[in-house]
């Protein structure tokens, strides 16, 4: 039996149809929340594209990178959350069609 190698490019395809999906779901989706999924999709897809560089050139560049990114996207999750919650408790909408005409 021959045996699968998976090479980067198998990585890149996964993270390409990845980022692929998430820039979709932002583009389509009004809802806040499916919109905040979206982009922590396409972040996890550019990770994935650091680890799979870093792999195939056999350095540790890729995972501090990958490593930076999962930090900001922390920070970014706990106030972009917070945002939506309390939005989302004063409007009882995470539709950002509404959010949009938001006014004092």
């Known amino acids: 039996m021959s045996e699968l190698v998976v090479t980067a490019g198998w990585y890149m395809a996964l993270a390409a149809l990845l980022f692929s999906i998430g820039a979709i779901g932002l583009l389509t989706r009004r809802n806040a929340l499916v919109m905040f999924m ?8 550019v990770n994935l594209t650091f680890v799979a560089v870093g792999k195939e050139l056999r350095t540790l ?8 990114v999962i930090v900001v ?3 970014e ?11 989302f408790r004063r409007r009882e909408t995470a ?3 509404e959010l949009s005409e938001m006014r004092g």
């Open 73 to 75: 996207a922390a920070a």
């Open 61 to 68: 560049e890729g995972q501090i990178a990958t490593l930076f």
């Open 38 to 45: 979206s982009i922590e999709l396409m972040l996890n897809s």
């Open 95 to 97: 539709s950002v069609d």
């Open 77 to 87: 999750v706990t106030v972009g959350l917070a945002i939506i919650v309390a939005v």
